[in-house]
């Protein structure tokens, strides 16, 4: 039986092979200027198991640029730890030369001139050719999908998340778990799941709202190469919270950690060498439950769009964060034996579009898919002569565009945009299409409302969204980034309780202090409140852009940020 | 017979005695509940269970759960409630196992408190903290 320390060493003997494969391979390739498909993929098989892990790709079929954030404050013992780490301590911390591709893919500093120069990231006939790469040099590699999948743009959004469904069943994706699936509807994830899905749907914590019995498929076991592998699903935890409740009335998420050691310890009884848990906690909730349920030997995360180029090692567990949005693939090789991890190499391999050919398979579904939408798609509504971007804690520059378009043409003192972290990023010169603007607004409860609020109710939506990101407890986090604002401007305390986080809200038209008992015109979108009205947010949107023809956004100052 | 709220809440037997006070007015504040329910026992840690949700997902119905083994009786408190006391179950000697759940409202983020009295007088307390929040904004 390996003790930590063995496994420590073990670690640390594959952390130096990385150097040769993985991530510190790639500044060598940028010095050699030598970015090509081989090179991406090329790893040195290891162990006899291997798991490929796609997360979040938010129903992007297509390449696409998505611009990491600027902001990503860790609290708590998660201050400092990765994946809240940014920018050039990023870099320093996983030893990428700036100006690089993985400085490009990972960070955000010259985002729009890089952008140019490796080009767009990320597409599903891209991600293909990779799998069948992995799977050509490892048969038995077990392919799995951490959700958010079937939401995120247009296409999906008409056809109800079947072009990804299809998409998914081609790639060959063997269990997934879930989040924005269920923004459709119990009854369309039902329909999916029994009818058209060909592989598992697990959630663990998933169950019936009125007797909190299991109502979904906890676990799959696999066998491969000789080793029994379990995989337990864990779907986003805040479902019924952070999303309309009324959608799914008859299920309750929750974390439950003690029923996820309970199905530890029932795939461990049924003989599971490896236990692996795809997780849509976001990363410091699963860096938090791993610490208090034993028996996890790689946790794939999801949630929180995080792309970490090396394993967090927890314990005796290995966190996974492959980012989102298709912008990368993540292939672990594992050493299992006597029933236990032994070791492990890890790729976080970037799906650099212009480098990787496209599977042809994949790429004639991807257009077909599109097909019968290609015109309303692909209209131009404008342009942007500004990088437009939301990735990140507070404020970007899609979000301050959004906000003026609401108060705009909603007639609002104040506009409210949800902190979601999907949604891609424009560079300056780009056509800002329909399509474009349904990728960063593309929902089943998309009503753009107008309605008054005292300053007293504004600042505590403003209080309480951001104790979700900044409780320094992560089970107390919803895994959203803070709520975009127009037309009011705040300071917020990271470091402070909730309640107290939030001051100096002023209105940015007068510079007027925002009073507690007066009354505010306000407009936003996706309320969680059933019943609400309003025209779509992505048509707001569009009779604004039309209106400009050309777009100019700078980064919003509206927002001070402090207690870091 | 004067019926006191404490002797109310004592008339439970194996079953569920809900506190049901006129007004919020009379409520009987956290530190009464508790000393009434300790005797003068300082309350200790350990061999209490209490399971909450971290956030609840609708806080007119959170699901709590309370374990104590060898408890004679479990007392449950909302003290961000305008009626903080919630239950108590009192479990007799034929009782399989001293464990109770149930689903209560809770008007606001608080810390949830559970206190078990044991055959021998002590008593033991857990507290969860369980946040009632407005939502949204999850990506």
Known sequence: MITRREFLQASLATSMLWGASGIGNWSRLAAQQALSQDKLLEFDDFGNVTLIHITDIHAQMRPIWFREPEWNIGVGAAQGQPPHVVGKEFLQMFQIAPQSPEAYALTYEDFSALGREYGKMGGLDRVATVVAAIRAARPEALLLDGGDTWHGSMTSFLTKGQDMVNAMNLLGVEAMTSHWEWTYGADRVREIVENDLQFPFLGANIFDAEWDEPAFEPYQMFERGGVQVAVIGQAFPYMPIANPRWMFPEYSFGIREERMQEMVDEVRAKGADLVVCLSHNGFDVDRKMVSRVQGIDVILTGHTHDAVPEPVVIGETILIASGSNGKFVSRVDLDVRDGRMMGFRHKLIPIFADVITPDPEMAALIEAERAPFKAQLEEEIGTTESLLYRRGNFQGTWDDLICDAIRSERDAQIALSPGVRWGPSLLPGDAITREDIHNVTSMTYGQCYRTEMTGEVIKTILEDVADNIFNTDPYYQQGGDMVRVGGIGFTCDVAKPIGSRISEMVLTDTGATVDAASSYTVAGWASVNEGTEGPQIWDVIEAHVKKLGTVRVAPSDTVRVTGL | ?139
Request: contains cysteine.
């Open chain 2, 1 to 139: 017979m004067k019926l006191t709220r404490r002797d109310t809440l004592w008339l439970g037997l194996g079953g569920l005695a809900t506190a049901a006070l006129p007004g919020a007015g009379l409520a009987a504040t956290v530190e009464e509940l508790t000393a009434g329910f300790a005797g003068g026992a300082t309350p200790g840690t350990g061999g209490i269970t209490l399971t909450a949700p971290e956030i609840a997902e609708n806080g007119n119905t959170v699901p709590i759960e309370v374990s104590a083994p060898g408890a004679v009786a479990i007392m449950l408190i909302a003290p961000g409630n305008p009626e903080p006391s919630v239950a108590t179950f009192t479990f007799g000697p034929a009782a399989g196992s001293q464990r109770a759940a149930t689903r209560i409202r809770l008007a606001k983020t608080q810390d949830v408190l559970a206190l078990a009295k044991m055959a021998d007088g002590s008593v033991v307390q857990a507290q969860s903290t369980v946040k009632v929040t407005i939502g949204g904004c999850g990506g």
